[in-house]
């Protein structure tokens, strides 16, 4: 499942932004959004920032 590859990669890297996360994985911008935004809804992720600068982290880690 890509949502799973997305976690994963985020956990391992941390703190990453969703222009990160395509490159990373190959995927459209909007792809990696999209995944991003599931993940921070499910309360898999947690997000930081807006705009240009918004990151994307595990839950619970001391930046977030």
């Known amino acids: 499942d890509e949502r799973e590859r997305v976690l994963a990669l985020v956990l391992a890297r941390g703190a ?5 996360v395509a490159r990373a994985l190959h ?5 990696a959004l999209r995944m991003l935004r599931g993940l921070c809804a499910d309360g898999r992720l947690a997000r930081e920032g807006s705009g240009r600068a918004t990151r994307y982290l595990r839950r619970g880690t001391p930046d977030g």
Do not use: I, K, V
């Open 27 to 31: 995927l459209s911008g909007s792809t």
């Open 16 to 20: 990453m932004s969703s222009a990160d």
